[in-house]
């Protein structure tokens, strides 16, 4: 069974662009979380998606956004992009939500997309 | 506010060894834990976990034990292998709404052969 892959992996933009990052989940899992790791603040949580809708957001501005589509994938999108929004995202997927498991476990995670912001 | 903290940010073990490493919660609310391991351009992967009426877990040279009333976990690795130098992360959730997986900043681990 295929993993979660992301795209791109590698991203350089400049302050002031947009971004949108794609993941892609294992097959027949139907939520994907996002999040940022950043050296200094670890991974960060920033959305769940589950049956294309949001079920749980972190403590983000509202330039970050996501989405999921009926295939499962989801997208993630950041606006006016600032130097801090340099970071790792990394995408993972699960056959269930949080809400449904009670529990953060079972969660796979894909490579991530290393984006830079000049 | 750090909820779940890794205070010590690296950690070296001699291969064979025992690798010790810490993590501290202030959530009462939490009631479940994982750790995830991650090398360098790879996503984390989920190594091992622990519900809150447990006090340990195994699984093979990985052993987790929580203290509820220290607020504490703990991940050991015995024997240590150089393939286990990697971050590894702690991460909490509790159950209900919105309960979202709360990480630590992670510890990289260095095994010496």
């Known amino acids: 069974k295929a993993g979660v892959t992301q795209t791109p992996r590698y991203l350089i933009k400049t302050r002031g662009q947009q971004v949108t990052l794609s993941c892609s989940p294992i097959?027949?899992?139907?939520?994907v979380s996002w999040y940022q790791q950043t050296p200094g603040q670890g991974l960060q949580f920033l959305f769940e998606y589950f049956s294309e809708t949001q079920r749980n957001k972190g403590n983000f501005p509202g330039r970050f956004s996501g989405r999921q589509f009926s295939n499962s994938r989801s997208e993630m999108n950041v606006s006016t992009l600032e130097l801090g929004d340099s970071a790792l995202y990394l995408c993972?997927?699960?056959?269930?939500?949080?809400?449904?498991?009670?529990?953060?476990?079972?969660?796979?995670f894909g490579p991530g997309t290393r984006l830079t912001v000049l | 506010d750090q909820q779940v903290k890794q205070n010590s940010p690296s950690l070296s073990v001699q291969e064979g060894r025992i690798s010790i490493l810490n993590c501290d919660y202030t959530n009462s609310m939490f009631d479940y834990f994982l750790w995830y391991k991650k090398y360098p351009a790879e996503g984390p992967t989920f190594l091992i976990s622990i519900s809150s009426i447990k006090d340990k877990n195994e699984d093979g040279r990985f052993t987790v034990f929580l203290n509820k009333s220290a607020k504490h976990l703990s991940l050991h690795i015995v024997p240590s292998q150089p393939g286990d130098s990697a971050v590894y992360f702690c991460a909490a959730s509790k159950t209900g709404a919105n309960s979202k997986l709360t990480f630590g900043k992670g510890i990289t681990l260095s095994v010496r052969p």
């Open positions: 097959s027949g899992h139907r939520s």
């Open positions: 993972a997927s699960s056959s269930s939500t949080f809400l449904t498991r009670g529990k953060g476990g079972e969660q796979f």
